[in-house]
């Protein structure tokens, strides 16, 4: 079993920043893409930002340019740095992994339980 922990949210005015943190622990595990997904109030949730084992990043158009996703395997850690933040960017943001169970030998998925971010105008 693998535990996340988010860390970050809070409130923050239009155009601020906040930087969201998830700390990966429990188990024998080997990292692999690192994700955060965005749920807004009556939304779905959905993927915003993906980190690959080897540093590749991909972004949601919405946030492409704004956000930025990063990662410390040492730390097993995944970040998200929110710049530019917008009314339509509040909500809850969860992190997820995708990892390779070293006793199990096999690929699985866990999520974090969520952090909140409000973005007042």
């Known amino acids: 079993q693998v535990q996340l922990v988010e860390s970050g949210g809070g409130l923050v005015q239009e155009g601020g920043s906040l930087r969201l943190s998830c700390a990966a622990s429990g188990g024998s595990f080997r990292l692999t893409d690192m994700s955060w997904y965005h749920r807004g109030p009556d939304q779905e949730r959905r993927e915003v930002a993906r980190i690959k084992l080897g540093g590749e990043t991909i972004y949601e158009g919405s946030v492409e340019g704004r956000f930025t996703i990063s990662r410390d395997d040492a730390k097993k850690m995944v970040y998200l740095q929110m710049n530019h933040l917008r009314p339509e960017d509040m909500g809850t943001y969860y992190c997820?992994?995708?990892?390779?169970?070293?006793?199990?030998?096999?690929?699985?998925?866990?999520w974090g339980q969520g952090t909140r971010v409000t973005v007042s105008s």
């Open positions: 997820k992994v995708h990892v390779w169970e070293l006793l199990n030998e096999r690929y699985a998925d866990y």
